[in-house]
């Protein structure tokens, strides 16, 4: 995680001198010491590892011989590794792997759910039947 600045605030007390002035130095030190940590965040790049409560995870899978027809879903499951409760799971890549890593092109949805520490993919739209695929998540 990036580190936060260690001034939260400055107070009037802390840049004005006995006789009312100002202290340019001391503001200007607190001005800066707060741009440099903030500086040095955004120049490494704000990322959901370093930054976001977040999980991602690769999943493999075969759909069934009735999963257009029926829509029938054989469900996968993988274990919560992120420190709070998942509020949404996204799609990032989803690939054939029956047919030499073919990229799906017709839009992909899927629908989630929470069941105790794991996260159950219930359906996953959009596939052709008895296919493999290999798909990564991102849980929020």
Same mark, same amino acid.
């Given at each position: 995680?990036?580190?936060? $600045?260690?001034?939260?605030?400055?107070?009037?007390?802390?840049?004005?001198?006995?006789?009312?002035?100002?202290?340019?130095?001391?503001?200007?030190?607190?001005?800066?010491?707060?741009?440099?940590?903030?500086?040095?965040?955004?120049?490494?790049?704000?990322?959901?590892?370093?930054?976001?409560?977040?999980?991602?995870?690769?999943?493999?899978?075969?759909?069934?011989?009735?999963?257009?027809?029926?829509?029938?879903?054989?469900?996968?499951?993988?274990?919560?590794?992120?420190?709070?409760?998942?509020?949404?799971?996204?799609?990032?890549?989803?690939?054939?792997?029956?047919?030499?890593?073919?990229?799906?092109?017709? $839009?992909?949805?899927?629908?989630?759910?929470?069941?105790?520490?794991?996260?159950?993919?219930?359906?996953?739209?959009?596939?052709?039947?008895?296919?493999?695929?290999?798909?990564?998540?991102?849980?929020?």
């Amino acid at each position: 995680m990036a580190q936060l $600045p260690q001034i939260r605030r400055i107070y009037t007390e802390d840049v004005i001198n006995s006789d009312g002035t100002i202290n340019s130095e001391r503001l200007l030190y607190s001005i800066n010491l707060f741009i440099e940590n903030t500086y040095n965040i955004l120049d490494r790049g704000i990322t959901y590892d370093n930054n976001i409560d977040s999980q991602t995870a690769e999943l493999t899978f075969k759909t069934s011989s009735l999963y257009t027809s029926a829509k029938q879903f054989n469900k996968v499951t993988f274990l919560i590794a992120m420190g709070g409760k998942p509020i949404g799971c996204e799609i990032l890549n989803i690939v054939d792997v029956s047919t030499n890593h073919q990229i799906i092109t017709d $839009p992909v949805s899927l629908a989630w759910s929470v069941n105790k520490q794991s996260i159950v993919i219930d359906f996953v739209a959009g596939l052709k039947d008895s296919t493999s695929y290999k798909m990564t998540v991102r849980l929020t």
